[in-house]
């Protein structure tokens, strides 16, 4: 993670110092924990990954790239994203993957990005937000303010900014369109030391949902014509992790190609079952 605004993210924090989705989802419903998802086709789908860079972002661009979905990924670090847009084309020869180095604290940078997005591409059918980073104190009367302020743009403000400029997007996409949050255990039991992390994931979760009762009304009778749904983890684990600490449990942690693997499988669910709902790959705490 960086402290950069707007860059990558893996979704979960930094360990802290010292299921299958239901039917019609008509209210916003808590699912049981689910299994990965087996991917799909995504053949001619267009989806945009923000914050695509870090390590749960390179995963999900190899594993939408082999559902043979174009990627188009953003982020503000535009060397680590070239990187990750190299890497997964070179694993998937003739995949199309594209990078944008975007702003996502800019409203009017987010919009001009999904504009041109669509423009080029003729349609959008997902944006996934893997935005974020971490921080926390020793005691919550240790919380510092200016971590909010810090987190609260990170985890709060891309997320406003890019539902809004997909938002009209993701509707056109026949039923396909998909808003997809990376969330986080602790907005569902805050702990006393990630209280202003704990704070920023439940916010963005709320933000998510109404943009799924959005999703909802705007569907009328028909029900909804694309989703927004959230996938809660307790923190990511990749690769060189389990390099850097070989004896460590990981207990709980979800790996991010595991991640990836849920977040293609959102695409084989009819809208009218994701919209809406908390997908668990972690226990419910």
Not at 159 to 179: K, N
């Amino acid at each position: 993670m960086t402290d950069t605004a707007g860059t990558t993210a893996g979704a979960g924090p930094a360990p802290a110092p010292g299921a299958t989705v239901p039917a019609q989802a008509t209210e916003q419903e808590e699912t049981t924990m689910i299994g990965n998802g087996n991917g799909g086709n995504l053949d001619g789908a267009v989806i945009a990954v923000a914050g695509a860079a870090g390590p749960a972002g390179r995963a999900a661009l190899l594993r939408l790239a082999e559902a043979g979905a174009t990627v188009v990924a953003a982020d503000a670090d535009p060397a680590r994203l070239a990187e990750a847009v190299d890497a997964a084309r070179y694993a998937h020869g003739g995949a199309t993957v594209t990078g944008d180095t975007v702003d996502l604290l800019d409203l009017g940078a987010t919009r001009e990005w999904a504009e041109k997005t669509e423009k080029e591409f003729g349609r959008i059918d997902g944006l996934v937000h893997l935005v974020g980073g971490w921080r926390g104190s020793k005691t919550f009367t240790d919380t510092d303010l200016k971590d909010w302020d810090f987190l609260e743009k990170l985890l709060v403000r891309t997320v406003q900014h890019t539902s809004l400029a997909f938002h009209d997007a993701l509707l056109r996409g026949d039923g396909r369109g998909r808003y997809v949050l990376i969330s986080q255990s602790g907005a569902h039991k805050p702990v006393a030391n990630n209280a202003a992390y704990n704070a920023g994931k439940a916010a963005a979760e709320a933000w998510t949902l109404a943009m799924a009762d959005s999703f909802r009304k705007l569907g009328g009778d028909d029900g909804p014509q694309a989703a927004a749904a959230i996938l809660v983890i307790k923190a990511l684990v990749h690769d060189a992790m389990r390099a850097e600490r070989p004896n460590a449990k990981f207990a709980g942690f979800t790996d991010v190609k595991d991640l990836a693997e849920a977040i293609a499988g959102l695409w084989d669910q009819p809208a009218q079952e994701v919209n809406g709902q908390r997908l668990w790959l972690t226990p419910k705490p």
